[in-house]
């Protein structure tokens, strides 16, 4: 997919979808990306911790073939090279891992990159760096989902880059039915979500129900 598309999926009003098989109710990666690219998703991040490599590479080939039928942005978390290898639309990564430029330089110019943020002052290096297109916001609430999240930084770093911030982003951590229509009020228009859609045990309902309160 073209950059532009892959970023024009991503600046829509809508969901973004990011897989974890161990939350998954027992179905894998590659069911899961199925059945939330059928309800309608945009925009998929691949993103799982303990798997090897091999089997990585063999999941993310899959959810590649279904994404790009379909449409769908397909990114890939932390692993530069099954982006690359997969022909993902991009790339997300943390602040621990390689600095933005240097990703940047592998990856050239033709992916999303992505980067999450918990702060102020990591909101304005990415923006500054004018290498990344897309930040991560979070953990807005709680979350058990990621091991070594920080703390949620709750709405204030939330308003603090909805104000100051030009770069793109998506809200994350602890977003739920019943907390989704508010971060919309406060201006978010897309929504990280794993637990709640990939641990639903009917996804497409799940899908509707998430884009019916981002509709009231
Ligand atoms: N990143 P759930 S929070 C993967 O704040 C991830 O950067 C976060 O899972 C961040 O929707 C998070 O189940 C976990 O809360 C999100």
Not at 93 to 109: E, Y
Not at 145 to 167: H, M, N, Q, W
Not at 192 to 210: H, N, P
């Amino acid at each position: 997919m073209q950059k532009k598309a892959a970023m024009h999926n991503f600046l829509t009003t809508d969901l973004y979808a990011i897989t974890s098989e161990e939350h998954s109710l027992g179905r894998n990666n590659v069911e899961v990306a199925r059945q939330l690219v059928e309800a309608g998703i945009k925009v998929l991040q691949y993103r799982e911790k303990d798997k090897k490599a091999r089997q990585m590479y063999q999941e993310c080939l899959a959810i590649r073939d279904l994404t790009r039928q379909a449409g769908v942005t397909f990114i890939v978390n932390d692993h530069i090279d099954l982006a690359l290898l997969v022909e993902a639309d991009g790339i997300h990564i943390g602040q621990d891992d390689l600095p933005v430029q240097a990703v940047r330089r592998l990856i050239g110019n033709d992916l999303l990159l992505g980067l999450s943020t918990h702060k102020p002052q990591e909101a304005e290096a990415a923006a500054e760096s004018g290498v990344v297109d897309y930040i991560g916001v979070g953990p807005i609430f709680s979350t058990a989902t990621k091991k070594d999240v920080c703390a949620p930084v709750g709405f204030e770093y939330l308003r603090y880059v909805v104000e100051k911030i030009s770069l793109p982003f998506v809200a994350i951590g602890g977003i739920k039915e019943h907390n989704i229509a508010e971060l919309k009020q406060l201006g978010v228009s897309q929504f990280a979500l794993i637990t709640e859609l990939v641990g639903a045990a009917d996804i497409k309902q799940a899908v509707q129900r998430l884009r019916q309160k981002l509709k009231e």
